[in-house]
């Protein structure tokens, strides 16, 4: 029996990587025989409780465990709570809460670890992530979702001078989109002009002012044969006006927003590669998600996807300037070969399905 902390999944109206990781989590543990028991906050009684009606709902959309997949029991003394999201803000329990009630009730602590990227972004976000961060060291089990932001961990407890009582582990994130076998690449014939698939949240980070801008220039300057369609939550108005204008240029550019597995599914089934210009993640889920699929991906060489298998399915950049990004989008457009060798790769690579992951996770619960 396992409890899930859910509280913002719960509630929040897109899917993205974070909430993606609960329900995935969720529905595999169900799938393993677990019995899953969805936690949420409760901010006037400062005190977690069972997830409403509503809420298990909710957390059934976008491939998440149906209403009956849930156990409503009280969760044993000795059982684990996993915490998948971030556990941070004003509304949300601070982590020595958290503590204080597993201690109390006598049960262990897990967490998933994705990154330190609000650190690196300033503003208030930074002193609540920096919060969570020290607070992760009293957990039972800290799992990291990459080398990479493993280390950044451990640096920021050493820098702080924490004590640290977890465990640190590191385990990779699952490719599977929830529900939809892997499917190889195909080889049919290119025929122009080509489809880019981009799933990314629009806000600064994903840097889509870079892809507009390469696709701008190349719209001007070259033959562009390629048209881009465009998945992900509008998180940032600034981003949002980017695109209208871009759009309002008559720029091959279509914006799905927000969409459901089913759709996504078809959009990656009609695109020739996948576009992830990111400069700044702790795994990058959509870079694997398209190898799923059997679709390449053009991204940015951060360190976190690098740190993942995903290299040899993926034209990797070693810049995400517009210009980089404009080269190689005009080449792969002249040069079919690229992506034909490109797709040979993803046939070689070992993508782990949420399956897999969650074995590994319940030998981490057992071992600790």
């Known amino acids: 029996m396992i409890g899930i902390y859910c509280h913002h999944t719960s509630i929040f109206p897109h899917n993205t990587g974070i909430q993606r990781c609960v329900r995935s989590i969720a529905m595999a543990l169900h799938n393993q025989g677990e019995l899953i028991i969805p936690f949420v906050w409760n901010n006037e009684f400062r005190c977690i409780e069972i997830a409403s009606e509503t809420a298990i709902a909710h957390l059934g959309l976008w491939g998440g465990p149906p209403v009956e997949s849930w156990s409503f029991q009280a969760l044993p003394a000795g059982h684990w709570i996993v915490v998948i999201e971030l556990i941070s803000g004003p509304n949300q329990p601070s982590q020595s809460n958290l503590r204080s009630l597993a201690d109390s009730n006598n049960w262990k602590l897990m967490s998933l670890f994705h990154d330190d990227i609000p650190l690196e972004w300033g503003g208030a976000a930074a002193e609540f992530h920096s919060t969570y961060m020290k607070g992760l060291a009293k957990y039972d089990l800290v799992v990291s979702t990459s080398s990479i932001s493993r280390s950044a961990l451990e640096t920021f407890w050493k820098k702080h001078s924490i004590c640290v009582f977890a465990r640190v582990e590191t385990v990779g994130l699952a490719a599977e989109i929830p529900g939809v076998p892997q499917q190889p690449p195909q080889f049919t014939t290119f025929k122009p002009p080509l489809q880019a698939l981009?799933?990314?949240?629009?806000?600064?980070?994903?840097?889509?002012?870079?892809?507009?801008?390469?696709?701008?220039?190349?719209?001007?300057?070259?033959?562009?044969?390629?048209?881009?369609?465009?998945?992900?939550?509008?998180?940032?108005?600034?981003?949002?006006?980017?695109?209208?204008?871009?759009?309002?240029?008559?720029?091959?550019?279509?914006?799905?927003?927000?969409?459901?597995?089913?759709?996504?599914?078809?959009?990656?089934?009609?695109?020739?590669?996948?576009?992830?210009?990111?400069?700044?993640?702790?795994?990058?889920?959509?870079?694997?998600?398209?190898?799923?699929?059997?679709?390449?991906?053009?991204?940015?060489?951060?360190?976190?996807?690098?740190?993942?298998?995903?290299?040899?399915?993926?034209?990797?950049?070693?810049?995400?300037?517009?210009?980089?990004?404009?080269?190689?989008?005009?080449?792969?457009?002249?040069?079919?070969?690229?992506?034909?060798?490109?797709?040979?790769?993803?046939?070689?690579?070992?993508?782990?399905?949420?399956?897999?992951?969650?074995?590994?996770?319940?030998?981490?619960?057992?071992?600790?």
Not at 315 to 336: G, K, P
């Open 198 to 368: 981009c799933v990314a949240s629009l806000e600064p980070r994903k840097n889509h002012s870079a892809l507009f801008k390469a696709i701008a220039w190349l719209s001007a300057h070259s033959n562009l044969a390629i048209s881009f369609v465009l998945v992900g939550w509008p998180n940032h108005p600034g981003i949002v006006a980017m695109l209208r204008r871009a759009q309002s240029l008559r720029l091959p550019i279509i914006y799905e927003g927000s969409v459901n597995d089913v759709r996504l599914v078809q959009l990656y089934n009609s695109s020739n590669f996948s576009i992830y210009p990111s400069l700044l993640e702790g795994f990058g889920m959509p870079v694997l998600e398209s190898c799923w699929l059997g679709k390449p991906c053009l991204a940015g060489g951060v360190p976190a996807l690098i740190d993942q298998p995903f290299p040899t399915g993926c034209f990797v950049l070693s810049n995400v300037d517009w210009r980089s990004i404009a080269a190689t989008l005009e080449q792969i457009q002249s040069h079919e070969t690229i992506l034909i060798s490109l797709k040979k790769n993803i046939i070689k690579m070992e993508l782990k399905s949420w399956s897999d992951y969650v074995i590994n996770l319940l030998y981490l619960m057992r071992e600790c």
